[in-house]
């Protein structure tokens, strides 16, 4: 049976260094994931990343039982990457060479089938259209589509009420159908 999440803090706070371990584990990829999505680079996301749990190591004595963990742990990624993004001056070359959908858009897609194309186009259309959102907008999009969270979740992962984390989602698909709309008819 695997251990809650809580379970593994208590361990690791009576000593036991593997059950911190665990933890990061457990919540990697979809933190990396994430944080990818607001840096747009793996250099950037995977030192944002490091960063994230190097302050969830530091700071788990502060964590309180019972408020859950992911929504803090969301909290803390999510302070990171902005962090990040204030503190970058200017955009890096490396952003253009890895830039998933600038590679996409150079791929030969002569082999592939002409659905295979399509589903490809339709899947950068949604990626840049999510980037082109406002970042309050497009991190309610992320945390509920990519990281299947709650909207209680969210609210606590972002500090703003229930009510508006609702309005927030709803305004930012109306604004995503708008942006993808006007893409495909231009």
Not at 9 to 27: K, N, S
Not at 115 to 127: F, S, V
Not at 150 to 176: C, D, H, M, W
Request: negative net charge.
């Amino acid at each position: 049976m695997e251990q809650s999440d809580e379970a593994l803090i208590d361990l690791y706070r009576a000593g036991d260094d593997a059950a911190f371990v665990t933890l990061i584990e457990r919540h990697f990829s979809s933190i990396y994931s994430y944080v990818y999505r607001f840096v747009r680079t793996v250099p950037a996301a995977e030192d944002v990343t490091q960063e994230v749990f190097i302050k969830v190591w530091r700071q788990l004595d502060r964590f309180k039982p019972g408020t859950g963990l992911r929504p803090w742990l969301f909290r803390i990624a999510r302070n990171t990457a902005i962090d990040y993004l204030r503190k970058r001056q200017s955009i890096p070359l490396s952003y253009f060479e890895e830039n998933d959908s600038l590679d996409k858009l150079t791929e030969d897609t002569t082999t592939d089938t002409l659905e295979e194309a399509m589903e490809k186009q339709d899947k950068t259309l949604l990626a840049d259209a999510v980037q082109a959102l406002p970042l309050h907008y497009k991190e309610v999009l992320l945390l509920r589509a990519e990281q299947d969270m709650t909207f209680e979740e969210i609210a606590t992962t972002l500090g703003k009420p229930l009510n508006t984390v609702k309005s927030l989602y709803r305004r930012g698909l109306a604004q995503l159908h708008q942006i993808i709309s006007s893409k495909r008819t231009n």
